[in-house]
């Protein structure tokens, strides 16, 4: 079993940055691949960003592409979200999650964390 907890949401403005962590706890997260998800009120949830188990290599949306930067440190059990040039549009709940590279599954999941852009 994985436990993940995600952190480091908040209010910020448009242009603004803010970097998500996901940490890991009861197994090491350096077998799975991490994604990030969003899901703002009202909306289903989306995909952000898929990040491989070494790091290597990355997969963004098209919304998120050149903005955000995905990044892990393994022997820290933990995975990034660094967001910059945030938008209003951005507003959601961010969820981390994790699965075994190349399944296209997640079989674990944070608890979300709040990141909200104002205007």
């Known amino acids: 079993q994985v436990q993940l907890a995600e952190s480091g949401g908040g209010l910020v403005q448009a242009g603004g940055s803010l970097r998500l962590s996901c940490a890991a706890s009861?197994?090491?997260?350096?077998?799975?691949?991490v994604g990030w998800f969003r899901q703002a009120p009202g909306k289903e949830r989306e995909f952000v960003v898929l990040?491989?188990?070494?790091?290597?290599?990355?997969y963004y949306a098209d919304s998120v592409k050149g903005r955000f930067t995905a990044s892990r440190d393994n022997a820290k059990n933990t995975v990034y979200l660094q967001m910059n040039s945030l938008k209003p549009e951005d507003t959601a709940v961010y969820y981390c999650a994790a699965g075994e590279q190349g399944s296209g599954s997640y079989d674990y999941w944070g608890q979300g964390t709040q990141v909200t852009v104002s205007s």
């Open positions: 009861g197994r090491t997260l350096l077998t799975y691949a």
């Open positions: 990040i491989s188990r070494s790091g290597g290599t990355t």
